[in-house]
């Protein structure tokens, strides 16, 4: 009883601080600009807003369209329930747990992309191309930091692989190094993050994902983008974990995870503030450099063995 406890009220401590993460980088870009800027709850306002609004759809969509928001939350927070909280276990955890992960955001992409294409829009299209194009690239760099922590655990539950990986920095401090750059790029491309997309531009010739929402509003908009800020926390979990040796107690785990989370936030505020968008042909360039980076920790832990 006291397990399931705790497991409900970490995991809605998750779901409630989730939407913090982009105030937090909105906020540090803010303040680079000199501005003040919006208030670091600001999502929180946006949502509650937006639940209020009564949604308008077009005459050409059909009950697809609703698809990519539903899945834009289904996937993270499926997602949420493989990853160790803390110091504790996995609420969900067998072997193969880390390919599932992965394909739960392959699925999340699969149905907002048809949702941008059932509008009819050669615009959202546009955006939808661009998408599955960077995550042809994005997916296997995942793959490749997922067999490479694989090969360092000898497990493939995701919790046994960020544990050992948190714990293994004196043993293999290179190759881990080398996945954490690459888990760092797809971090940044699957959140639509500077430089490789920016979530608030508006300019028609570098949209990417902002581009294949355009046509949602009121809850379904809303779901979006809480899905996206929960996406952020999913992801920013993994690098975090993978840098942090867990010490098998709460409190002193949970205060290092929540400082590594909004270290992250502000890390990203901060790049996001001192880098331009890179121009198409970069943005896969840095992609195959992270598939790169990937190769050779696994390969290097591979011959460590």
């Not at 980088?25 to 999502?43: E, H, S, T």
């Not at 493989?82 to 504790?88: K, Q, R």
């Not at 881990?176 to 500077?194: D, G, H, K, Y």
Request: net charge neutral; with cysteine; charged share 10%.
């Amino acid at each position: 009883m006291i397990a399931t406890f705790e497991f409900i009220l970490r995991l809605a401590g998750w779901l409630v601080l989730a939407p913090l993460l982009p105030g937090i980088i909105n906020k540090v870009k803010a303040l680079f600009a000199g501005r003040v800027g919006p208030p670091v709850f600001q999502l929180y306002y946006d949502l509650a807003k937006l639940l209020k609004k009564e949604a308008v759809f077009s005459g050409t969509t059909t009950g697809v369209f609703l698809a990519g928001p539903v899945a834009s939350i289904v996937a993270p927070f499926t997602a949420a329930l493989l990853i160790p909280m803390g110091s504790a276990s996995a609420p969900v955890a067998f072997a193969g747990d880390a390919i599932v992960l992965a394909y739960l955001f392959g699925m999340a992409r699969f149905f907002v992309v048809l949702s941008a294409l059932d509008t009819g829009s050669a615009f959202e299209g546009m955006g939808a191309a661009r998408e599955v194009t960077f995550a042809v690239l994005a997916e296997p760099a995942l793959f490749m930091c997922l067999a490479a922590l694989a090969r360092f655990s000898g497990q493939t539950s995701l919790g046994p692989m960020l544990t050992a990986a948190g714990q293994g920095w004196r043993v293999a401090g290179g190759p881990l190094a080398l996945v954490l750059t690459a888990w760092a790029i797809v971090f940044l491309v699957e959140n639509c993050r500077i430089p490789f997309d920016d979530p608030n531009t508006h300019l028609e010739l570098t949209m990417i994902h902002e581009v294949m929402v355009l046509d949602h509003s009121g809850p379904p908009l809303g779901a979006v983008f809480y899905g996206a800020s929960l996406k952020l926390w999913v992801l920013g979990a993994l690098v975090v974990k993978l840098c942090l040796p867990l010490r098998g107690t709460w409190w002193i785990d949970w205060p290092a995870f929540l400082g590594g989370m909004a270290l992250l936030s502000i890390g990203v505020g901060i790049l996001e503030s001192i880098m331009a968008r890179l121009k198409m042909r970069r943005v896969s360039q840095a992609l195959i450099a992270a598939v790169v980076s990937g190769t050779f920790g696994f390969l290097l832990l591979l011959l460590q063995a």
